[in-house]
């Protein structure tokens, strides 16, 4: 996940490339170390290196890899000529290479050439059965011809031998809830929590899924992983505090601490758009009757005397 930091970075380097200000491969070496999807600056500027003979010289053996990064930027544009171009340079250098290869499979998906690109896979993990990039071509492939139980079967057999592999847990755990299949869902984001406790992302996600299923002990569930959300955001996320109004006011109440823990991380939300939110909350607490509760509410008092403002400004 790139971080605020990593991305001003590259929003400058990138601003300072477009305005001649140089710095063109320093920015796709960022782009590519970042993992972030910019083929179309990627592609533009990394033709204006190519195509200039001092410039790619002074790559060195970096050149290749240029190369390599221009034709999967150049495929994601649909420029497959340009691809090609690409992969028949690196195919003259390494004619041997299976990461080449893997290019060509890739250049047969962006034709639309399904059954040849999956021979072309199948081919190469015949002779390395343990490449993981040459497994999850296979579950795009399937999934761009809407084979989803297809790519289902491939994640899971993947994930057999590459257990520890969270990506591939989340991609399997979205393909579940795509299919409405909840309970294997749940069981795949059980799985990145164990593994990666502190993204706050995967407690969410595995609530979204138990308020889905329903029933007492997954809403009592839900609750608790909502509530760790808030947590490990410093109470700054907006969809974990609804979730928590309201899987709340279906069948039981709050405890003592979840009440002043939303009325904290309301309070520090104070913006508009956790106006609904703190809404819901206020009609919720009403209908349980906790009105002592909410008249000692800093987030309450606010609420009022703002509201008494406004009507006294319509009044005058």
């Known amino acids: 996940m790139v971080t605020k930091i990593e991305e001003t970075q590259l929003n400058m380097l990138e601003s300072q490339v477009e305005h001649g200000g140089g710095g063109a ?14 083929s179309d600056k990627v592609l533009k500027h990394g033709l204006s290196i190519l195509n ?7 790559l060195g053996p970096d050149e290749w890899t240029l190369y390599e990064q221009m034709a999967i930027a150049a495929m994601d544009c ?23 290869g893997r290019l060509e499979g890739m250049l047969l ?26 497994h999850k071509r296979r579950v795009a492939l399937a999934k761009a011809q809407g084979n989803m139980s297809g790519a289902i079967e491939i994640l899971n057999k993947y994930l057999e031998i590459f257990m520890a592999d969270s ?3 989340r991609e399997l755990a979205e ?12 069981f795949c984001y059980e799985e990145l929590i164990l593994s990666q406790p502190t993204v706050p992302l995967y407690h969410l996600a595995y609530a979204d899924v138990l308020y889905t299923l329903g029933g ?3 809403l009592q569930a839900a609750k608790k992983y909502y509530s760790s959300t808030i947590e490990l955001t410093g109470g ?18 709050l405890d003592n601490q979840e009440v002043m823990l939303i009325f904290k991380a309301a309070f520090i939300l104070m913006m508009p758009e956790c106006s609904f939110i703190i809404l819901c909350f206020l009609i919720c607490m009403i209908e349980k009757r906790m009105l002592r509760t909410l008249l000692c509410c800093p987030v309450y008092i606010c609420h009022c005397t703002t509201h008494k403002r406004a009507k006294q400004g319509r009044q005058g």
Do not use: H
């Not at 491969?25 to 910019?38: F, G, N, P, T």
């Not at 200039?52 to 002074?58: E, G, H, L, N, T």
């Not at 639309?112 to 059965?129: H, I, Q, R, V």
């Open 167 to 169: 990506d591939a847990w």
């Open 109 to 134: 998906e962006a034709k639309g050439s399904w059954t040849e690109a999956e021979k072309a896979y199948t081919s190469l993990l015949e002779d390395n059965p343990l490449d993981q990039a040459i």
């Open 25 to 38: 491969w320093e920015y796709i070496c960022l782009v590519k170390k970042l993992k972030v999807r910019r």
């Open 78 to 100: 649909q420029c497959l000529d340009v691809a090609k171009d690409c992969i028949n340079v690196l195919q003259k250098r390494f004619p041997e290479s299976k990461r080449v």
């Open 52 to 58: 200039d003979p001092k410039k790619r010289s002074s």
């Open 216 to 218: 007492l002990e997954n």
């Open 175 to 186: 393909i579940y809830v795509s299919l409405q299949m909840y309970k294997q869902a749940a």
């Open 236 to 253: 700054k996320n907006t969809r974990a505090l609804f979730g928590i109004c309201l899987v709340s006011s279906l069948s039981f109440s």
